[in-house]
């Protein structure tokens, strides 16, 4: 797909550097270039560009973007093709080992060890899956029990399968669609398990990969012990009640050869951690301003290593306006775009589990995403900066799976007077 | 992969240097391990069966890693001996082999003025067997070097260290291996026949002959016996399961912390332990059970360890656990009995040529050495043991992380594997995963690269590398993708191909 990246380097200047050549990082270098910015190199450590997309052969890419439905290879290949005519310049194969406060990068590939000073860098080195470790699942360690991710890789890369009779846990979507992929291939998917009691994956993925092809989903279920000592033999389910406490009496043992897991998404932040940058708790991703800015000045972060998103769609446009951001940085460093004298921090209350940007730092018009804590019906977003209510947004029926997004006008006031604001959710 | 082996060895010997060797030792863990590279200094032909894919599948890789001082073995016993003198090797093999052995010390700590008087016991136990430094030190002492540590007081014990076990398993064997001691893996002893002056082997690979039979089978060593004689003794598997906190913990203690050791059954407790590697071990727990291969982890088991723990390091953060395994403790005294029962180190009195060890529990990783040198003692009187002319050292391994910039470069220039990282975790490169996987012994599973390079250890567990190590595996070691397996002969990780191209 790509060819070998340049020989012999090992010093490089660039405006701005991208760790990451997934759609954040494509989408962050191309729109980084239209922006002003000379040099853009994308670093990636796989053989390919794209990240996960070459693996996510079903379709739907595109629709809220461009109104174009894509597979995954198809939106993939359009943002290499356009980064290609951009002249950005892509190394594959090339792993970061860490970057310092004064951004200069040592990355390793087949060449040798190369170092780039970057003006401004974006961090878009997405995410890794939760493992069974993650969910403390105890019992025996057979094989034959992948993330869904994995497997997907394995599958869809590689033309390996994996298993023939499948339990899921986990109804996030590529847990979804690998369910109706393993279908495809002629395994038989026993059913989709979630703890929760409803789904984590979108509504759409639940119609489209489960209820049409019978694939049963069990809400309020989860996994209490696996068996086999050497390849999986089987799986004790259990139904749990509210607190998510297994209720005695529901064990029931499913015998499979194959358990694929899909318990969710981490960001990717061990080189923004090793730096010092700043993480949100919660979202596992670096604190951000308005301009996708981290703690450390001149270092942006977009993608799923900022938030796990629900479409590549959304994903690019924020990724876009972080690749402009770390342009402007790069080519007006010394002009002093936006300054860290006045902070206003945007504070989750009532119902969110999250928001991003969690800081605003200039006046204008901010592009906010957040997710809500539990599913409802209808209900109002508010903001309040001193018990004054600054945003009102009234949402039909809101879902964890759902990310919200909404823009708000932050006035000179607000931010001088360097209060909180505050989102919460009622109804 | 077990038949190519045979096929390869039977490519380089006559069937009859092949089925036919001096000495062959039953199971590869670490004692197993230990005892064929002792023997591969001299001129004798050594085999090694192991039914595991490769060294270290049981209870040697499933340990604390500890190399222990002595202050737990009752004094005069085989185990107060092999341990001691076990524990004062180790500097002198981490030298000659090239592994990392930490003296971290350890503190069992007491929890009240009644504890106390044990920490005295055990000095005593401690000094009887000349474990050196030993002291009983106050709470604010104990303070000042582990501030996260909570106890009344506790005996310091300097001469304890830590090392990667299977790794230490895993150097024995392979340059046991290098020095021409046979390792045949996945290979299961079905059953021995004492004829006059050898003992014919039946394996699910073929039969063996061999004048002397080593019953290093840990767990199996009753069934060894049995397949021979009417054994005199009882196996009581003993679980211990264990938990794993992410690196990022790892400043939470620099030394080991243990509790004083349990009244009713002979297990040290629940203790935290650093690794090498720089995670934090919390465990054993200890449970008698019947089935010799139980290896599962319980929830009733997780929460035990993380509580009793938190008694030791009361800040312990709840999200720090990343992993959960258990190994099985071979005792030869039941719970009732309280579990104690001496290592037995000997020739059988009723089959000559049967040299049996039996019962090897903790501190087994730490007496290993010495227990080596024993065997090779009782196969000296029978068979003369002559130094071989050449013994070639271990080949030292390089780790692509734990290099300098300028070293990594050069060693890119050299070969450009170098430059590939294959584990994103561990960053472990292409170079790596290719030598670990030439490993001398032929093991060629997931897990096999992963003890040898670390790539699959960290914090993905695999979702990043599982792939590409498929990958290295199909092109350049010709492996079908139906033979790969996770860690045991039956292990299979795939089902074919989705369709044939």
Redesign the interface.
């Known amino acids: 797909m790509v060819e070998r990246g340049i020989s012999k380097m090992s010093n490089l200047e660039v405006d701005v550097a991208v760790i990451g050549g997934g759609p954040a990082g494509l989408s962050a270098a191309i729109s980084a270039k239209e922006h002003g910015a000379k040099q853009v190199v994308v670093i990636d450590?796989n053989s390919w560009f794209g990240g996960i997309l070459p693996q996510c052969i079903h379709d739907g890419f595109g629709v809220e973007e461009m109104g174009i439905s894509m597979t995954g290879p198809e939106y993939a290949e359009s943002y290499i093709k356009i980064a290609k005519k951009k002249d950005v310049h892509l190394m594959h194969?090339t792993?970061v080992?860490q970057f310092n406060n004064k951004k200069e990068i040592?990355a390793?590939?087949?060449?040798?060890?190369h170092k780039i000073k970057a003006s401004a860098i974006v961090l878009a080195m997405g995410c890794?899956?939760k493992?069974?470790?993650?969910a403390?699942i105890?019992?025996?360690?057979?094989?034959?029990i992948y993330?869904a991710?994995?497997a997907q890789?394995?599958?869809n890369?590689?033309?390996?399968?994996?298993?023939?009779n499948v339990v899921v846990l986990g109804s996030g979507d590529v847990g979804l669609i690998m369910a109706r992929r393993l279908k495809f291939?002629g395994a038989n998917v026993l059913g989709v398990l979630e703890i929760l009691p409803y789904a984590s994956g979108l509504p759409r993925n639940i119609v489209q990969c489960l209820d049409d092809y019978g694939i049963p989903l069990f809400l309020n279920h989860t996994i209490?012990y696996i068996k086999g000592?050497?390849?999986l033999e089987s799986v004790i389910i259990a139904q749990v009640d509210e607190k998510m406490n297994n209720i005695p009496g529901t064990e029931k043992e499913i015998k499979c050869d194959t358990l694929l897991l899909s318990l969710g998404l981490i960001p990717e932040n061990?080189l923004s951690k090793n730096v010092g940058i700043e993480i949100d708790e919660i979202t596992g991703g670096p604190v951000v301003n308005q301009f996708f800015e981290t703690s450390l000045r001149g270092v942006f972060a977009c993608g799923n290593c900022l938030q796990v998103y629900d479409t590549v769609d959304i994903l690019s446009i924020d990724a876009k306006n972080a690749g402009q951001h770390a342009a402007e940085h790069a080519v007006s460093q010394k002009k002093k775009i936006h300054g860290y004298n006045k902070v206003t921090k945007i504070i989750p209350t009532k119902g969110i589990k999250y928001v991003i940007p969690q800081m605003v730092i200039k006046p204008g018009r901010v592009h906010f995403t957040l997710r809500v804590k539990k599913p409802g019906e209808a209900s109002t977003l508010h903001i309040v900066n001193k018990d004054k209510e600054i945003f009102k947004k009234k949402l039909q029926c809101v879902t964890p799976a759902n990310m919200v997004e909404f823009d708000v006008n932050i006035s000179a006031d607000i931010i001088t007077s360097s209060e909180n604001l505050e989102v919460e959710l009622d109804g | 992969m077990g038949n190519r082996l045979i096929y390869l060895y039977h490519s380089r010997h006559s069937a009859n240097q092949m089925k036919n060797f001096q000495v062959a030792i039953i199971g590869g863990g670490v004692i197993g391990s230990a005892i064929a590279w002792e023997l591969s200094k001299y001129a004798v032909d050594v085999v090694v069966f192991e039914k595991g894919s490769d060294v270290a599948s049981g209870a040697s890789k499933a340990n604390s890693g500890v190399i222990h001082s002595g202050i737990n073995s009752v004094p005069s016993s085989l185990k107060a001996r092999f341990c001691v003198k076990g524990n004062q090797m180790f500097q002198s093999l981490a030298n000659e082999l090239d592994f990392q052995v930490h003296w971290i010390g350890k503190y069992v700590i007491a929890k009240n003025e009644d504890e106390v008087k044990e920490l005295e016991r055990l000095r005593e136990v401690g000094m009887k067997n000349k474990v050196p430094g030993l002291e009983i030190i106050n709470e604010a002492s104990v303070k000042a070097k582990e501030p996260n540590v909570a106890c009344y007081a506790a005996l310091w014990v300097p001469a304890a260290g830590i090392v990667e076990p299977y790794e230490f398993t895993i150097i024995l064997a392979e340059n046991a291996a290098d020095n021409n001691v046979r390792f045949l893996l996945e290979t299961k002893v079905i059953d021995l026949k004492k004829q006059k002056d050898c003992f014919i082997i039946k394996t699910n690979r073929g039969d063996f002959q061999a004048q002397f039979i080593v019953n290093a089978a840990g767990l199996n060593c009753r069934e060894i016996v049995l397949m021979l004689e009417e054994p005199d003794f009882y196996v009581y598997p003993c679980r211990g399961e264990y938990l794993v906190l992410d690196k990022s913990y790892r400043s939470l203690i620099k030394s080991m912390i243990y509790p004083v050791p349990e009244k009713d059954i002979d297990v040290l407790g629940i203790h935290v332990t650093p690794t090498v590697e720089g995670n934090i071990l919390l465990g054993p727990s200890a449970d008698f059970i019947d089935d010799p291969?139980d290896?599962?982890?319980?929830?009733e088991t997780?929460k035990l360890l993380f509580n009793e723990a938190k008694k030791i390091i009361p800040m312990l953060p709840n999200k720090a656990?990343?992993?959960?395994?258990a190994g099985i403790r071979c005792k030869l005294a039941s719970k009732k009995e309280g579990g104690w029962t001496d290592y037995r180190i000997e020739e059988s009195k009723t089959t000559s040529g049967l040299i049996n060890l039996l019962g090897i529990e903790s501190p087994g990783l730490t007496a290993a050495p010495a227990i080596a040198k024993e065997v090779m003692q009782m196969v000296s009187q029978h068979i003369d043991l002559k130094c071989k002319k050449i013994f070639k050292p271990r080949k030292k391994g390089k780790r692509f992380s734990e290099l300098s910039?300028r070293e990594?470069?050069m060693l890119?220039?050299k070969d450009?594997?170098w430059?590939?990282?294959v584990c994103?975790?561990e960053?472990v490169t292409e170079m790596e995963v290719i030598q670990a996987l030439s490993n001398p012994l032929g093991a060629k599973t997931i897990s096999s690269v992963k003890y040898r390079c670390r790539a699959g250890m960290g914090?993905?567990?695999?979702?990043?590398c599982?792939?590409h190590i498929?990958?290295i595996m199909e092109n350049q070691f010709g492996m079908n993708?139906n033979d790969i397996?996770?860690?045991?002969?039956?292990?299979?990780?795939?089902?074919?191909?989705?369709?044939d191209?």
């Not at chain 1, 890369?157 to 023939?164: A, F, H, R, S």
């Open positions: 450590r194969e792993m080992l040592t390793v590939n087949r060449e040798g060890l890794r899956e493992t069974r470790w993650n403390m105890p019992g025996d360690r057979p094989s034959g993330t991710g994995v890789a394995l599958i890369l590689y033309n390996i399968m994996v298993g023939k291939e209490t000592k050497e390849r061990e | 291969d290896k599962r982890t319980t929830k997780m656990v990343i992993n959960a395994f910039e990594q470069a890119i220039k450009e594997r430059g590939r990282i994103r975790c960053h914090r993905c567990q695999g979702g990043f599982t792939q498929i990958k993708i397996k996770m860690q045991s002969p039956d292990s299979n990780l795939f089902y074919g191909r989705t369709r191209i």
